[in-house]
């Protein structure tokens, strides 16, 4: 028996090129077979077919046509984030343009716990952290000044003598599996920062990583404000501040999972700031209206977090995954250093070999960022602005839509690309029971949200080439039979 060809090294591309080939002809059966935005039936016709597909797991001797059985299987079984139907969660369609370089980083196989596994790869990352956390937190006066290999600047005769003032620190920020592990960092960041009495505070909107990152920390039981209208209420926090002793986090949310609600950013950072609390705003959601020039300025007050949760494999059109933390004040980075002389010894460091231990929880890591790069070069951001845009501009149709349906309730015009609604006078067992259908038949794919006590179906647009028949499509069913 020959050895299998590598992905990389002089063979590599007269191995993949073919093998491209069989898995997009398999994608395309498998969509082809399911013919919908999810493979219809069920759980149980779902693990049957793949059963069927997959048959013995590991036998004797291997199956040249492996490849293409298991990925035309896994494309029929699968919910389709591109398919206009599909609507439910934050689960994007990644671009093309993502998804190819995603491949050479599989390829390449890079791994970022020590520069000798990924010289461009680290640096790769430097480059985009650095550029993006200046989306969050915008210019400092250090980042006008020259680079450390740029020639020094003349004198100029009526500037007063040089003085080596400190200069405000670069924002940084650090790549995640997503929002999940970038609240987690975010919480463990304060916490080492401010003391393992720190107290998290947080609105009822709150994702629940946030609770679930405290557990895992050790911290107390999370304080949970009010959000009666869905956002955090900064009279409500104000007292909860008041009534519990610190140290504070306050974490707050741009992009709420349920209604995609944005918290009120700005009074809720003077709050913070009036008690000397931290302030973390997750905006896994929300950070990707940063890109627009019509949406950015419903991110007012984000400039004033500690920390930011962003996450581009939501309004960033990533695959998974693509998640960030983007921090301040980087030096609150040194709580994350480690130290293995295998991958970071001193002298090595001190010869000028990166240290990349301390730019994750993780060790074995892969360079996520590459399709990041492309992405943002490729697009820029009037591209990604109008993606973001675009969606937007669905979500508001399909409220529409719902508002002139006679048999539908609106909740509320959308703040982002989610909409909720349900049938008009239906009960939750109601609603419930027609997402599960529309499931089960294959027709579409709906969350769900429990808002004012009620059940609601919610639809999460990400997909900038839905057309006006997709949204109507997407209606289709969402009454009772």
């Known amino acids: 028996m020959s050895t299998p060809p590598l992905a990389s ?8 090129r073919p093998l491209l080939a069989t898995v997009l002809d398999a994608l395309d059966a498998g969509r082809t077979a399911r013919g919908g935005p999810l493979p219809a039936g069920g759980p149980d016709a779902v693990a049957a ?40 969660h934050l689960h994007c369609p990644p671009l093309a343009v993502a998804t190819a370089a995603d491949l050479a980083v599989s390829a390449l196989n ?21 550029a993006l956390a200046k989306e969050v937190y915008g210019e400092t006066p250090g980042d006008a000044g020259p680079r450390r290999d740029a020639a020094p600047p003349r004198a100029v005769a009526s500037q007063a003598p040089a003085v080596d003032a400190p200069q405000p620190p670069h924002p940084d920020a650090l790549v ?20 393992p009495g720190l107290r998290l505070l947080c609105g009822a909107n709150a994702h629940h990583s946030l609770a ?22 900064p009279a409500a926090l104000d007292a ?31 709050v913070c700031a009036a008690h000397g609390a931290r302030l973390h705003i997750d905006a896994a959601y929300g950070g990707g209206l940063l890109f627009s020039d019509r949406h950015r300025p419903r991110l ?21 995954a693509a998640g960030l933390l983007a921090v301040r004040d980087p030096a609150d980075l040194t709580a994350l250093h480690q130290h293995a002389d295998y991958l970071n010894a001193d002298d090595d460091t001190e010869a000028g070999l990166p240290d990349l231990l301390g730019r994750s929880l993780r060790t074995t890591r892969r360079p996520d960022v590459l399709k990041i790069a492309v992405t943002l070069k490729t697009l820029g951001r009037h591209g990604l602005g109008a993606l973001v845009d675009q969606v937007c501009d669905h979500a508001h149709a399909f409220a529409a839509l719902v508002r002139d349906h006679p048999g539908l309730e609106l909740h509320a015009p959308p703040t982002i690309s989610t909409v909720l609604f349900r049938p008009t006078g239906a009960t939750d067992t109601a609603v419930a029971e ?20 009620r059940l609601w179906l919610k639809a999460t647009l990400l997909n900038p080439h839905t057309r006006p028949h997709d949204l109507a499509a997407l209606l289709e069913g969402s009454t009772p039979a």
């Open 9 to 16: 090294g002089p063979e590599a591309t007269d191995a993949l």
């Open 49 to 88: 077919r793949l059963s069927a597909a997959v048959g013995d797991v590991l036998p004797e001797h291997g199956d040249p046509e492996a490849l293409p059985t298991l990925v035309r299987a896994l494309a029929e079984g699968s919910a389709d984030p591109a398919h206009p139907r599909c609507a439910a």
């Open 110 to 130: 890079p791994s970022l716990d020590s520069w000798d596994q990924a010289p461009a790869a680290s640096e790769l990352e430097a480059l985009v952290t650095r």
């Open 176 to 195: 995640t599996t997503g929002g999940t592990e970038a609240n987690q960092l975010a919480l463990l960041l304060a916490r080492e920062t401010l003391g």
């Open 212 to 233: 679930r990152a405290a557990w895992l920390l050790g911290l107390p039981r999370p304080v949970v404000v009010p959000a009666p209208a869905g956002t955090l209420d």
């Open 240 to 270: 909860a501040l008041t009534a519990v002793p610190g140290p504070h986090l306050v974490a707050a949310t741009a992009g709420t999972t349920d209604a995609g609600l944005i918290d009120p950013l700005p009074d809720l950072a003077a």
């Open 300 to 320: 007012a007050g984000l400039d004033a977090a500690h920390t930011v949760t962003l996450d581009l494999h939501k309004l960033g059109w990533q695959p998974v």
């Open 434 to 453: 027609i997402r599960r259908r529309l499931l089960t038949d294959g027709h579409a794919v709906l969350g769900r949200a429990r808002l004012d006590g």
